[in-house]
């Protein structure tokens, strides 16, 4: 599996058109990507306009077609100015799950 932990910090004003934005991207990668297996946003308990994904690729290729697909782009393109924090890090670039194992997960 290939997780990808991130936050994003949304400027004022704009998060209820991100927030649209970026269910249209999770709907998208959950019913179109077969390599998706999740993808959840996260309201932060502490900040309003901060949001955390937690998405779950079957591999790292299965991230990177993400990225290409007609839904993740329009939403990067539509909320480019949105946010106050770009680029991922820590377990944003990626990481690997623990437990469960891979052949005991769940779809």
Same mark, same amino acid.
């Given at each position: 599996? =290939?997780? #990808?932990?991130?936050?994003?910090? #949304?400027k004022? $004003?704009?998060?209820?058109?991100? /927030?649209?934005?970026? #269910? $249209?991207?999770?709907? $998208?990668?959950?019913?179109?990507?077969?390599?998706?297996?999740? =993808?959840? !946003? /996260?309201?932060?308990?502490?900040?309003?306009?901060? #949001?955390?994904?937690?998405?779950?690729? !079957?591999?790292?290729?299965?991230?990177?077609?993400?990225?290409?697909?007609?839904? =993740?782009i329009? %939403?990067?393109?539509?909320?480019?100015? %949105?946010?106050?924090?770009?680029?991922?890090?820590?377990?944003?670039?990626?990481?690997?799950?623990? %437990?469960?194992?891979?052949?005991? %997960?769940?779809?």
């Open positions: 599996m =290939f997780v #990808i932990i991130a936050p994003i910090q #949304i004022d $004003g704009y998060k209820d058109r991100f /927030i649209e934005e970026m #269910i $249209g991207d999770a709907r $998208g990668s959950v019913n179109d990507e077969p390599g998706c297996l999740q =993808f959840d !946003v /996260i309201q932060d308990a502490n900040d309003p306009n901060r #949001i955390w994904l937690y998405e779950i690729y !079957v591999d790292q290729d299965a991230f990177k077609a993400h990225t290409q697909a007609p839904h =993740f329009k %939403w990067r393109d539509a909320t480019a100015d %949105w946010t106050e924090e770009s680029g991922l890090q820590g377990a944003g670039l990626g990481a690997t799950n623990i %437990w469960p194992p891979d052949n005991e %997960w769940k779809s």
